[in-house]
């Protein structure tokens, strides 16, 4: 395999910015992130799931912090306003925030030095609403394809889940090295949905991320195909980071 130029990618369970001392502090995570300085983040839980739905930390903070670009996915949640009398102009009458930053809580941000050259939201099987997004993008001259996820609590749901993301993948019109990253809720290191991967995908070894206070299990997990070199892995667990929320973040350093 020839090593080509190092990105570095990290997955974040950012709670809706509610941290370990149960304040919301949007702030906190963006903090985080430049702690992190990852050139791609896949997000989960990068949304507020009742009222208007929007974004957790605000597109003007992240726009004013200067380090990330969402990707926009031009997708939007269904609200149980939008079902009331006037209730798509809430936003304006009432001042409630609907502006999404992802789908189901999934997000990517990536660095100004990114572009993104088509992107995808999907919606997984499951009996409650979950999703998964993605994002081909060109580092340089090189194309890379990632994959933000939030699996669900069961087993049986994130095997189908999985093999969903996996379909979609299959599907892409442009075959490029891909990267799968997110909760994917499994604590374990092998069977289940690893089973859909069938060799396909390696394990970035970062570790334990939850829960933020006490790690013990690695529910964070960054997948890249046989055609990625990892270079260096790990899980952040700054000060900041133990506080932001119940899951520290993760990364991964992987040659293109």
């Known amino acids: 395999m020839t090593s080509g130029p190092c990105i570095t990618v990290a997955s974040y369970n950012m ?4 941290g370990t001392d149960r304040r919301r502090r949007p702030d906190r995570v963006l903090h985080v992130l430049q702690e992190i300085d990852a050139d791609v983040v896949a997000l989960q839980e990068a949304d507020k799931r009742i009222g208007g739905r929007g974004a957790a930390v605000p597109h003007e903070l992240i726009d004013e912090h200067g380090l990330y670009k969402p990707v926009a996915f031009r997708v939007r949640h269904k609200r149980m306003l939008d079902q009331l009398p006037g209730g798509k102009k809430a936003e304006k009458l009432f001042g409630i925030n609907t502006r999404n930053l992802g789908w189901h809580g999934n997000a990517l941000l990536v660095k100004k030095h990114v572009d993104v050259m088509d992107v995808a939201a999907l919606d997984l099987p499951t009996l409650e609403p979950r999703g998964a997004v993605m994002a081909e993008l060109l580092i340089g001259d090189r194309p890379v394809r990632v994959v933000g996820m939030h699996l669900d609590l069961s087993g049986l749901w994130r095997r189908r889940q999985m093999r969903a993301i996996l379909e979609m993948i299959e599907r892409r019109p442009q075959k490029m090295p891909t990267i799968l990253m ?11 949905f690893h089973h859909e991967l069938n060799g396909s995908y ?3 070894p970062t570790g334990p991320s939850f829960h933020a206070r006490r790690p013990i299990a690695a529910l964070d997990r960054i ?11 790990g899980v952040h667990a700054s000060v900041e980071a133990r ?3 119940d899951h520290l973040p ?7």
């Open 223 to 233: 997948f890249v195909d046989q055609s990625l070199a990892i270079e260096a892995a």
């Open 202 to 204: 390696r394990v970035a």
């Open 182 to 192: 997110g909760d994917t809720n499994e604590w374990r290191d092998a069977g289940g």
């Open 15 to 18: 709670r809706k910015a509610i």
């Open 250 to 256: 993760i990364w991964a350093r992987v040659s293109l």
């Open 243 to 245: 506080k932001a929320s």
